[in-house]
DNA sequence: CTTTGAAACCAAAGCGCTTTGGACGCGCAT
DNA sequence: ATGCGCGTCCAAAGCGCTTTGGTTTCAAAG
C-alpha cells in the first residue's frame, strides 16, 4: 500500500493524504481524521526512502565504531553507548546506521555516510590526538556530535566528555591519601585522547605531591582483562612493586585484581585499585557495596545524550555549541585500603 | 555533485554515465574511462537513497537489538557479532541499521525496518521460545537469518547456531569425570532458546550418569558478573555445596571465581568451573594456557557468517535453507580439576 | 453585488537515481 | 541496395514521497 494506492481509495489527492498524515494544518478536520483511520486500517507505511529523497532529510544518523587493527578489539563500551543513543532515536524515529571499521579506515566510513547523504548527523567516537574526523565532518556540512573531546581543535562542536584529568588526578589522589607511594597506571592506548587526559590528571596528582612519575609504572595498552592481568603481573614482579593501582577500566581492573591474587595478594588490603567505571549493564561494579573504588559516570547516559545534542543540532545546525564535560562520582569500594607494612 | 551535474560536464546522457559506472556492457570502453575519471576528479557519489527508491533495493540490513526490559542490559556479545557482521556489510557495501529496543517492543521494530523497506534483510537475534518474530518475517517477505534457533517452528529458515546442548552437555561429563557430583548450573535468562538447549545437554548428561537433577544448582538468570557472583555464593553457603560449577558465559564465570575466592576457594584446586566462551575480544580467556575450562565458539565469527548468509540469501531469496550448527570446541583451563576431599 | 480572504483541496514538479525501449551508425551478409 | 545485427548512446518513464503554486468554494467584509 503507497500513498497512490490510499490516495485513490479515498478519493482525494496524495498532497492531502500526505498531508493529513503529516498533520498540516491545511486540511479539514473531518478529512483527517478519514484518512487516519484508512492509514490504520490498510496499514499504511510511508516509505521511508522515498520521504528522505524528497525532502532531503533521511531521518537516521550514522555511528562508525572502529575496530582496533591489530587485535580486532572492539571497545564493549561500544554496546551500552549505542544503547543509550538508540533510546533516543528510537523515540524521535531516527534510525541508527552503523559501519565498523578498521581503526584507520575510518575516514572512508565517515565520507560514505556523510557525502552519500545517508545520514543526517554522525556521532564521532573516540576521538584521537590530531583526529581528521572532525575537518572532514565540518567540510561536508553534516552535524555531529564528539563522544569525548579533541585535543587541539578549535572548540567550536558539540561534544559530551567527561571529566578525565580531574577523575583521574582525584583518584590518584586518593591512593596518595592512603599513603601509597609507587603508583602504577594502566591506561588505554596512547594515542586516544581520553587517555592522555587521564594521563594528565594522574601526572598533576603526582607532581603535587611530590612524587615522581615512573615511566615504567604507566602503562598504555588495550583495554582488555588480559592486558590489565599482564601488565600488573609484570609490575608485581619488580622489585620494589607499585602498590596502588589507578586503572582505566573496569575490565581491566578485573585483571589486576586477578593479577593481584595470583600473587597471593588481596586487593584492598596488600593493595588498592582505583579504576574508572563506565557503569557497562552487565559488568556492575558490585551491588551494595562497590566492588572497586571508582570514578564513574555512565556511559549509556552518554549515548543518550549526545544523541539528544544531535538530533536537536540537525533541526538547528546553527546555534552556540553544546559542550558538556561530566563530573565523574568517585566511589568508594572495597578495592583500596591505607597502605600497610 | 549529483549525476546530472556529472553527465552534464562529461557531455553525455545521464543513462550512460550511471551504466559507466554500473559496470554494464553497453558503454565503450574509451567512454567508461572518461567517465571513471571524471567521477574520481570531482567525487561524484550517487545518492544512495535515489537509487535505493529507484531500484527497490536498499543496499541495508537491519539488526534489532532488545535491551532486557527490567534490568536495562545490553548483551555484551553484540558487539562482537556485530563487528563480525559488520565486516561483511562493509565489504559488499550494505549498510547496517539497527535499533535498539525494549525486549518485547521488538515486534513493532520489526515491522518497521522491514515494512516500511528500510532494509533488504534483517538479523534475528536472540530467539526465544514461541518468538513471534520469525512468523512476522515470513509473511512480509522479508529475508533473514537467526542467530540461534526457534524451538518449535518449522525448520525452513536460515541459522547459524551453536551446538549449545552437545556443548553442556560435554562440559558436565568433564566434571563428573573429573569426580564432581554436585554440579550448579548458571544458565541464562529461562525463556532463551540457547538456554534451553543448555539445560537439556546438563540434564541428559546428569541423567545419564545416575546424577539428580537439584533444581536449587540450577540457575537461570541475566549474565552478568554479578548474577554469577551472586547465584554461587548463595549455593556455596549451603550445606554440602556445589563442587563443579556449569557457567553460560566467561563474563558470569568472573563473577563464580569472585565467589569462590571470597569463600577461601581456589578454582580448579578446591572447585571447578566450566563455562561457555564466547570469545569476546576484550575479554579473551587467558593468553597460554586459559583461564577457564570452556566450550568456546566465535561469535564474532558467527556474526560473519549470518551477514554472509543474509546477502546471499537477499541476493537469491529461494534456494534450500542454510543451516549450520557449529560444533564448540572443549578447551581445558586452569579452573577444572579432579574433586579433592 | 462585488471583493477579499480564509479554508480545503489538488495538479504537477521535483528529489537523484535506474532502466526500459528506442535511435543511430556501421559493418556484414544477402 | 537492402536488411540485419551489433555496439553505443540517449530520452523519458518511473520509484514513492513532499511541496510549491495554484484553484475552488464559501462566508464575511466592503
Not at 571497545?75 to 528510537?90: C, K, Q, T
Not at 580531574?166 to 591519601?177: E, P, V, Y
Amino acid at each position: 500500500m503507497n500513498l497512490k494506492e490510499l490516495s485513490d481509495l479515498l478519493g482525494l489527492s496524495p498532497t492531502t493524504v500526505s498531508r493529513a498524515l503529516g498533520g498540516y494544518p491545511e486540511v479539514g478536520a473531518e478529512t483527517r481524521r478519514r484518512v487516519r483511520a484508512a492509514a490504520a486500517e490498510h496499514g499504511y507505511r510511508p516509505n521511508r526512502r522515498a520521504a528522505a529523497l524528497a525532502t532531503g532529510r533521511s531521518m537516521a544518523v550514522g555511528h562508525v565504531i572502529p575496530t582496533d587493527r591489530g587485535n580486532e578489539m572492539v571497545n564493549p563500551v561500544f554496546a551500552d553507548f549505542i544503547a543509550g543513543a538508540g533510546e533516543v532515536y528510537a523515540q524521535a524515529g531516527y534510525d541508527m546506521t552503523m559501519s565498523v571499521v578498521s581503526d584507520g579506515d575510518e575516514a572512508k566510513a565517515y565520507r560514505q555516510l556523510a557525502l552519500d547523504r545517508g545520514v543526517d548527523g554522525m556521532i564521532v567516537h573516540g576521538p584521537r590526538e590530531d583526529d581528521p574526523r572532525i575537518d572532514l565532518l565540518r567540510e561536508t556540512g553534516t552535524p555531529f556530535v564528539v563522544h569525548g573531546r579533541v585535543p587541539d581543535a578549535p572548540l567550536d562542536y558539540d561534544f559530551v566528555d567527561v571529566d578525565n584529568a580531574r577523575a583521574f588526578r582525584r583518584a590518584t589522589d586518593l591512593l596518595i591519601d592512603l599513603g601509597h607511594r609507587r603508583i602504577a597506571f594502566l591506561n588505554g592506548p596512547a594515542h586516544m585522547d581520553f587517555a592522555r587526559r587521564r594521563r594528565d590528571g594522574v601526572k598533576a596528582a603526582l607532581v603535587a605531591r611530590g612524587l615522581p612519575a615512573d615511566p615504567h609504572l604507566m602503562r598504555h595498552s588495550e583495554m582488555s582483562e588480559q592486558a590489565g592481568y599482564d601488565a600488573a603481573r609484570e609490575m608485581l614482579g619488580n622489585p620494589d612493586p607499585a602498590t596502588g593501582f589507578v586503572v582505566s577500566s573496569l575490565i581491566m581492573a578485573l585483571g589486576v585484581r586477578r593479577a593481584l591474587q595470583d600473587a597471593g595478594l588481596v586487593a584492598g588490603r596488600d593493595a588498592s585499585i582505583v579504576t574508572h567505571d563506565d557503569m557497562l549493564s552487565y559488568l556492575a561494579n558490585g551491588r551494595e557495596t562497590p566492588l572497586f573504588t571508582a570514578t564513574r559516570s555512565s556511559v549509556r547516559a552518554a549515548g543518550r545524550r549526545c544523541a539528544e545534542i544531535l538530533l536537536s543540532r540537525i533541526a538547528r545546525p546553527d546555534g552556540p555549541p553544546v559542550q558538556e564535560v561530566w563530573t565523574s562520582e568517585l566511589v568508594l569500594g572495597a578495592s583500596t585500603g591505607p597502605i600497610r607494612d
